[in-house]
């Protein structure tokens, strides 16, 4: 029981250590408040300025310190978009050699297409025909293209 009564007289006494403590804080605070309207115009204004200068400074600061911190964002998103436009110009680049090696696959066809002999038929009072190489259907003479496969002749 002794001991209960005692922290408790403990606690009371220590809230009330606390509240004159606020009280004292107060007053200081009051008496500052009382003691900076008490100062001469040019003072109060160079108090007023220092704080000011003071806020600037921190938020400054802040700025910069943000400033960094989008800098840094910028740079990985920047590194991150020239990995992707690495990828896309390889990729445009094997893209681009697939379609030069089946156009030079093409021109061969197309070459050997022309290099061989069509064989021609004279067949009496017709009109003179030939095959196609690459098919074997029957082209006419002046026919330009095959009407089978419509390669070249």
Known sequence: M????????????FEYKAQEA?????IQQSSIEEQYYNLPLKERIKIRNKRIKQKL??????IGEKAKIKSKQLKIKSQEINEKVREKRQLNHKIHAKI?????RQNQRNNRARTQPTEQVN????IPTKFCPECGHKVSFSGKFCPSCGITQ
């Open 2 to 13: 002794e001991n209960n009564n005692n922290q408790s007289t403990q606690y009371i006494q």
């Open 22 to 26: 606020k009280k004292k804080t107060k």
């Open 123 to 126: 067949i009496p009072n017709s």
């Open 100 to 104: 030069d090696e089946h156009k030079s």
């Open 57 to 62: 400074k921190v938020k400054s600061q802040e």
